[in-house]
């Protein structure tokens, strides 16, 4: 339905940098998701596309035309909040088809379209309801229906399940991904903090720390190739282990020596440091095996078992300040604390970062 182009997009407040330089191309269709640790810019990104913040630098671009300064209401773009933002006193029907009666559509059009969206939602039975009557799932769902009537340009989504608990999440995560499937056309932007609904939702995952952008790509891109410590770090439960280490061996793979482990080889190309250099190796926790022959990637007492029957989370005291270490290995293990425990992994399960932080597959 639209297609959205953000050119060297900056936001400030007096002195302050809140957002700088993004460039994003969101192409027709896309369900696109912004993630990134509280106070990264996200959420004023996305009101920024509404046309709730005033954009400082750069140009908003959406079908072909500038935005910048045209008014929230004729975008085309419909917004869905944390807040489920329900007037009490009217129902489900008269909520979802406010809009519509404000910009005088005719009635049996406006009508239509709300029995389309509340049988799409599964909201038919509850039409004549008032929001006190429905559940915190029911409720968003109207939320996301009244946004659905519109028929806009580009769907919003700011932490829309944030306020649900941990059932209702999963149950309204899984009624947007399929709302998502039969509205293939329409163009989606969600912002969250959880990565769950970041890597089951997105057609793209765009991550931003400190207001910039990080990274793009599919999910699991940015789960195989981390472009960075952070993004590594950021995707992922729980986090991937950084180990510090240095160069010992360059050529056509690159030898390693972890502090803490062995030496250890990692395929990586040849530019990947001179021999000597400081670099820091990520791997995965699940990616961590233990292991009592062979070469380890670390070595370290037992800090905390938890075991959760699926799988066994083994922590290690950490490094310099660092995170702890943290092993996930699936099923039952019976680990005690205290215990000393060597670690290995494969080579293809290592990622590379030199000592700033940025991955050398991406240099």
Do not use: W
Not at 92 to 105: C, E, L, Q, W, Y
Not at 141 to 157: C, S
Not at 279 to 284: A, I, L, S, T, Y
Not at 337 to 360: C, I, N, Q, W
Request: aromatic residues 6%; proline residues 5%.
């Amino acid at each position: 339905m639209a297609e959205l182009l953000l050119t060297n997009v900056s936001k400030s407040y007096g002195p302050v940098d809140v957002l700088r330089d993004i460039n994003l191309h969101i192409e027709t269709g896309e369900l696109i998701v912004f993630v990134g640790p509280s106070g990264c810019g996200k959420s004023t990104l996305l009101r920024m596309i509404a046309g709730l913040e005033r954009i400082t630098g750069g140009v908003l671009e959406i079908d072909g035309e500038k935005m910048n300064d045209v008014p929230p209401a004729q975008r085309g773009i419909a917004m869905v909040f944390q807040s489920y933002a329900l007037y009490p006193h009217m129902t489900v029907r008269d909520n979802m088809s406010f809009g519509m009666k404000i910009a005088k559509r005719p009635k049996d059009e406006i009508e239509k379209s709300v029995e389309n969206a509340a049988r799409m939602l599964q909201l038919t039975p509850y039409l004549d309801r008032l929001p006190k009557a429905l559940s915190g799932g029911q409720r968003q769902r109207v939320a996301i229906g009244r946004a659905i009537v519109r028929d806009p340009k580009v769907f919003l989504f700011d932490e829309p399940l944030s306020n649900l608990d941990a059932a209702l999440r999963v149950a309204t995560r899984i009624e947007i991904a399929q709302l998502k499937e039969r509205m293939a056309s329409s163009t989606m932007i969600y912002v969250t903090h959880d990565q769950v609904e970041a890597m089951t939702l997105a057609t793209r995952i765009v991550v931003l720390n400190g207001g910039n952008i990080e990274q793009v790509g599919t999910p699991l891109e940015l789960y195989e190739r981390p472009a960075n410590v952070f993004v590594g770090r950021f995707i992922g439960s729980p986090s991937m282990n950084i180990f510090k280490a240095r160069v010992v061996e360059t050529g056509a793979t690159t030898g390693v020596e972890v502090e803490g482990g062995g030496h250890t080889r990692i395929e990586v190309p040849s530019q990947a440091g001179d021999q000597g250099a400081a670099v820091r190796v990520g791997v995965r926790s699940e990616d961590l095996v233990p292991t009592e022959a062979g070469e380890a990637l670390y070595e370290g007492e037992v800090s905390m078992v938890e075991a959760l029957g699926e799988t066994t989370l083994l922590y290690f005291a950490p490094q310099d300040g660092e995170d702890p270490i943290i092993a996930k290995l699936p099923g039952i293990h019976r680990f005690k604390r205290g215990e000393k425990v060597r670690l290995a992994a494969t080579p293809d399960k290592l990622h590379l970062f030199d000592d700033a932080g940025r991955s050398y597959l991406h240099r």
